[in-house]
């Protein structure tokens, strides 16, 4: 006598735990805040458990069910956490746990005794909620900035006649990229120079030197903060020959359009790149365009200056782009034409930025991860955060397609959810989409990608259906008599205790027969398996005793 011995699966439980507040913690440091902030929206972790292929949920019918903080079990509640002392044991967060650690891993271990065995079955799983601190903003950058450092004033051979154009220079203060000056006290010193302006004005306007050099100096004040000291110098050039009515001087200087270069938190410069121009004007005559040479240099953030540009030639104007986003400074010099000699002016022009805190996107399900039986919906939601404060974004959300070949904005990989393809998934331009069961085969991934002050941040978040693992039994003959006959033999599906696909027709069923020591039998139908929802195995594909097992695919 031979027997046909089922390999069918044995029964499997399957245990998730749903919380109602995301794992991810956002700490501002400044404000010393946590967001959300557990003693206000407590986390509740609630454990689910299910027999595959069933969409009950039967926890409550737990042997016993334990809970575990870092691996040591909570035995009772307190301060920190309230433990549900009967029925389904939930376990709540009640204060900001994670204020003297990173991260926290809640276990659940749940006892089940098998109705139909009597046996029991331990299930595990863990959750963890994880710390992310915006760090330290600290105090913004204090920068004092003004348009025109130095200036050249021409004069004839004895002093006299200078040409004041342009012999200007305003002070700008920044707090991070902010021009904040009005929020300053200013105060003028002047040596041998007359300025239009009053000595408590941001801008002095040079009109007069009465010696060959003069200087204004900028001192600004304000309660709290150090004193903010920037010079402006002037020189006299004269021109002409003693003893005769000599030439007319000639001014020179240097245009910028940019008095400061602003970072922002994507290490981008506003403006892009900037633009310098020569200028001349001889005596009172009407200003223009000079060709020059120009030097353009980059300070690095150790403070150390490089030469990134020199005229091959004499030109107008030059437009520079910085060839790093981590530059603290640049600076223009321009010469008189034909070389790199003779300095006629220089300007500096600064990089501003003020460490704005760091943004991110959390991707997370606030009614849970799960859905049964297919049936329901999912809610999944990404809030982008700028250090500890939620803010308004563009949203993209993408599918997990393995056969996305090309780029769409989620990466290789990721389907785009739009009008033509969505899956039946609604608010794909939103903060938060809807996901019908329809769209969860099984296990699914869902990413956004969000658009925040010029930059991109995503996040992912797997939902799953707890019921689609399906259930097989081998039914049919198991005994041929006298090494004689044949045996018919079906593969059963069940899902949620009902059968599926009786007719065959939605699965693929391929069968392999083993010897009686677990050996495939390799020539078995000649090409070592059979295919089909039911088949036929004749006595002499046996010798003693044999396996049969089936695999189903779709």
Same mark, same amino acid.
């Not at 009109?207 to 050099?213: E, G, P, R």
């Given at each position: 006598m031979t027997t046909l011995v089922d390999l069918n699966d044995s029964r499997q439980l399957q245990l998730y735990i749903k919380s109602n507040q995301p794992r991810v913690q956002i700490f501002d440091p400044n404000a010393s805040t946590y967001t959300p902030n557990w003693p206000t929206n407590k986390p509740v972790l609630t454990p689910e458990l299910y027999i595959a292929g069933t969409s009950t949920d039967i926890i409550a019918q737990a042997k016993s069910i334990k809970w575990f903080v870092d691996g040591v079990e909570l035995t009772a509640s307190n301060t920190d956490y309230t433990l549900a002392a009967s029925g389904v044991k939930t376990l709540t967060v009640n204060t900001n746990v994670l204020a003297s650690a990173n991260s926290k891993l809640f276990t659940v271990e749940v006892v089940y005794t098998d109705t139909r065995t009597g046996a029991d079955i331990v299930a595990k799983n863990d959750i963890e909620f994880v710390k992310v601190s915006s760090g330290q903003k600290?105090?913004?950058?204090?920068?004092?900035?003004?348009?025109?450092?130095?200036?050249?004033?021409?004069?004839?051979? &004895?002093?006299?006649?200078?040409?004041?154009? =342009?012999?200007?220079?305003?002070?700008?203060?920044? #707090?991070?990229?902010? &021009?904040?000056?009005?929020?300053?006290?200013?105060?003028? $010193?002047?040596?041998?120079?007359?300025? $239009?302006?009053?000595?408590?004005?941001?801008?002095?306007?040079? $009109?007069?030197?009465?010696?060959?050099?003069?200087?204004?100096?900028?001192?600004?004040?304000?309660?709290?903060?150090?004193?903010? $000291?920037?010079?402006?110098?002037?020189?006299?050039?004269?021109?002409?020959?003693?003893?005769?009515?000599?030439?007319?001087?000639?001014?020179?200087?240097?245009?910028?359009?940019?008095?400061?270069?602003?970072? =922002?938190?994507?290490l981008a410069y506003t403006p892009a790149s900037i633009a310098v121009s020569a200028k001349s004007q001889v005596g009172t005559g009407t200003p223009g365009n000079y060709s020059a040479r120009f030097i353009i240099e980059e300070q690095d953030a150790g403070g150390t200056w490089s030469t990134k540009y020199t005229s091959a030639a004499n030109e107008i104007s030059k437009t520079h782009t910085?060839?790093? =986003?981590?530059?603290?400074?640049?600076?223009?010099?321009?010469?008189?034409?034909?070389?790199?000699?003779?300095?006629?002016?220089?300007?500096?022009?600064?990089?501003?930025?003020?460490?704005? #805190?760091?943004?991110?996107?959390?991707?997370?399900?606030?009614?849970?991860?799960?859905?049964? =039986?297919?049936?329901?919906?999912?809610?999944?939601?990404c809030d982008v955060y700028q250090g500890s404060t939620v803010k308004t974004a563009a949203y993209a959300w993408f599918v997990q397609e393995p056969s996305q070949s090309t780029d769409v904005g989620g990466g290789i990989g990721w389907k785009k959810l739009d009008a033509t393809y969505n899956l039946g998934v609604t608010g794909y331009t939103t903060t938060e989409i809807t996901v019908p069961a329809s769209a969860i085969p099984s296990v699914e991934s869902f990413k956004c990608v969000a658009t925040f002050s010029g930059a991109t941040y995503s996040d992912v978040a797997t939902v799953s259906d707890v019921t689609d693992p399906i259930s097989s039994a081998i039914v049919g003959g198991t005994t041929f008599k006298n090494g004689e006959g044949s045996v018919s033999v079906t593969c059963k599906l069940f899902q949620n205790g009902e059968e599926i696909d009786s007719a065959g027709s939605e699965y693929t069923y391929t069968w392999s027969l083993y010897n009686e020591n677990n050996v495939k039998i390799a020539n078995w139908n000649t090409t070592g398996s059979k295919v089909g929802k039911t088949i036929t195995v004749a006595a002499g594909d046996v010798t003693g005793r044999a396996h049969l097992g089936c695999d189903v695919s779709k």
């Open positions: 600290g105090t913004a950058a204090i920068t004092g900035v003004l348009s025109n450092e130095t200036h050249t004033v021409p004069t004839l051979f &004895d002093g006299s006649g200078g040409v004041f154009t =342009n012999a200007a220079s305003t002070l700008t203060i920044y #707090e991070g990229s902010t &021009d904040v000056t009005g929020s300053w006290t200013i105060v003028q $010193t002047r040596t041998n120079v007359t300025v $239009t302006e009053a000595t408590s004005s941001r801008t002095a306007t040079v $009109t007069a030197l009465s010696a060959d050099t003069g200087s204004v100096t900028f001192t600004a004040t304000r309660s709290g903060y150090s004193t903010i $000291t920037k010079t402006f110098n002037l020189t006299k050039s004269k021109q002409g020959t003693a003893g005769s009515n000599g030439t007319s001087p000639t001014a020179y200087w240097l245009v910028v359009d940019a008095s400061a270069l602003e970072r =922002n938190v994507a910085p060839t790093s =986003n981590s530059i603290k400074a640049v600076r223009v010099k321009m010469y008189l034409a034909g070389g790199t000699t003779t300095l006629l002016d220089e300007q500096l022009i600064p990089v501003v930025d003020d460490g704005a #805190e760091p943004v991110r996107a959390i991707v997370w399900t606030p009614e849970g991860n799960v859905v049964r =039986n297919g049936s329901g919906s999912l809610k999944i939601k």
